[in-house]
């Protein structure tokens, strides 16, 4: 979910260090040759994580929030992005909230089903696949642009001549996050789709750990080809396009419900409820308009459960295949 109010992508990752950081990756990317499964895949890490105390292991004081934003954008443009907002609702609360973020879908998911999370704002591929292991529940989902849907899309390098998925074989290839939706399981659902597997399409894949990271990863031909949020795209294509433009957007994948707002389940009935509230009535409130309107955001709804059921039938269309793999390969 793209947020704004802070610095757009291009003020954070344009300085010559990072560039010199992700030219001596892209030597290093050049040197390993092959491709493998998920384990094997070679990881990207494009950026440094925000050092965030690890809470401990008891269950929050009454006086505070521990609130979390899963790595959909790259670590520091996620703090200044969604700082306002953890501090409008911890104003409203009147709680000092904590700002907690991992660098992978998977921590955030095992830190709310254990409590030291709160609340968090996590991706729809994990919430579809994590809401019956964590027990966690939804409390809002963003409505942008009078939606509550979103997309993945496919990017490709704008001086690129590739126009479509099936010209990406044996190129280079960015994965967001290995439970991302938009980032990991639409394009491998593409694949299956097509009879085709990543570790064997591709020749070689990487986890960039956040959507402009990938974006600038493509927009600066480090890989051939990308899947991305295209809420993301968008955002960055409207408010600050100086990578955007380098890229060019060749499939679009049907609607998925928006990464939703969820709370812990060691989260009382009665403050859910009330958080609940806070979100529902946060564009009726002068400040919180504000803050929606700097992060493009309509405002708050109530989700539905069934909106994430598409993305279910995804992963275990995947999962049936892979098992049907693994029955042929037995001796």
Known sequence: MPLSGIKPLNHTMKRKTDYSILFLLLITLAAVSGCGRDSDAVVVDFSKTI?????????????????????????KETFGYYRQLLDYIGE???????????????????????????????CSGPYAAGKEIYNFELIATPQVQNSHFYQSYLIVNKASKINSLEELKGRIFAFTDPDSNTGKLVPTYWLFEMEEQPETFFSKTIYTYSHDNSILAVAKALVD????????????????????????????SEPYGIPPIVASKHLSTKLKDRIRQLFFSMHNDPKGQKILTELMIDKFIAPKDEWYDSIRQMDLKLALMEEKKYEISKP
Do not use: C
């Open 92 to 122: 409203k609360l009147g709680r000092e909230v904590q700002f907690i973020q991992r660098k992978t879908y998977g921590e955030i998911n095992e830190l709310l089903g254990i409590g030291q999370i709160d609340l968090a704002f996590i």
């Open 51 to 75: 050092a965030v105390e690890r809470p401990a292991s008891q269950l929050p004081e009454a006086d505070t929030f521990n609130m979390a934003v899963a790595a959909m954008i790259s670590p």
């Open 225 to 252: 080809g990308a899947a991305i949020d295209g809420l993301i795209w968008d955002y960055y294509h409207q408010k600050d396009p100086a990578f955007t433009s380098r890229t060019r957007v060749i499939r679009k």
